[in-house]
């Protein structure tokens, strides 16, 4: 099946399951983050998944590869991104199991079966309105700083879209982590497992991986952190096979 590709556009090879996805040369692209919360989301046969905020379409597409989940759901807001995260899915060969749905994310319970969704993924905005500086290319503030939905609103959203013991999975900064606790609680997302991403052994960690549970009990487990790269500066064995890469093949640009 061919792909739709425009000149302000490139076709990138992700090197899994011979999947590709569109991007924008001078719009945001997909990072490491999105690979990592891919590889830490589950989903059983038979599930629906939706992903709040789906860009491109990188992680639905990644799900598409890596889960049985009968069906997968992108919501993006900006249509012109969308459009491409549909091309993307349609070259694949995945119509039958991912759409790409144009909506505000608070408006998802009203479009999407409410109290019904199996899993929920989001790779949200990280950065408050209001910190540090914004990038003046629309797209790439938009998918860096909370302008069109707030982390209240992701975690609201989610919420209102999961069925009773539905599973909430999300990658983070760690200076939000506070804020995350608070909101999955304030909206009975019981954080269930957090995993701490450090790009070396030794390092602070640059990103979060949390698992949540809808009406879940109180109880968090804390996993063994995840390094990136070794002391050799390559990538570590398992952050090659999160992505199901060769050793020195193509891997995504560091998270964000």
Same mark, same amino acid.
């Given at each position: 099946?061919? &792909? ?10 992700? =090197?899994?399951?011979? @999947?590709?996805?569109? =991007? +924008? +040369?001078?719009?945001?692209? &997909? ?8 590889? &830490? *989301? ?34 993006? /807001? ?39 969704? #199996? ?36 975690? +609201?959203?989610?919420? *209102? ?26 909206? =009975?997302?019981?954080?269930?497992? @957090? ?10 960690? *640059?990103? /979060? @991986?949390? $698992? ?11 996993? =063994?952190?995840?390094? /990136? ?10 952050? $090659? ?7 020195? #093949? &193509? ?6």
């Amino acid at each position: 099946m061919g &792909f739709l590709v425009y000149d302000d556009e490139t076709l990138e090879d992700l =090197q899994l399951n011979n @999947l590709y996805i569109i =991007q +924008k +040369k001078d719009s945001f692209r &997909f990072g490491m983050d999105a690979v990592l919360l891919a590889g &830490f *989301s589950r989903a059983r046969p038979g599930e629906t998944i939706v992903d709040l905020g789906t860009g491109t379409g990188i992680l639905a597409i990644l799900l598409a590869a890596k889960t049985r989940a009968e069906r997968i759901v992108g919501i993006e /807001i900006q249509p012109g991104i969308a459009d491409m995260a549909r091309r993307s899915v349609e070259g694949n060969g995945l119509s039958g199991r991912v759409s790409i749905e144009v909506m505000d994310i608070r408006e998802a319970a009203r479009h999407l079966p409410a109290g019904e969704i #199996d899993v929920v993924v989001t790779n949200p905005p990280y950065t408050k309105w209001g910190g540090g500086l914004i990038n003046p290319e629309q797209s790439r503030a938009i998918s860096r700083h909370e302008i069109l939905c707030t982390l209240e609103d992701v975690v +609201k959203a989610a919420s *209102s879209l999961l069925r009773h013991h539905g599973e909430f999975y999300m990658v983070h900064k760690p200076d939000r982590l506070c804020d995350i606790m608070v909101e999955m609680r304030k909206n =009975q997302l019981e954080p269930k497992e @957090l995993r701490m991403v450090c790009p070396r052994m030794g390092d602070p960690p *640059s990103l /979060i @991986l949390i $698992r949540g549970m809808r009406g879940g009990n109180p109880g968090m487990k804390l996993l =063994q952190p995840l390094y /990136i790269y070794d002391s050799d500066g390559n990538y570590t064995k398992e952050a $090659r096979s999160i992505y199901a890469t060769p050793e020195n #093949d &193509f891997m995504p640009e560091d998270a964000r």
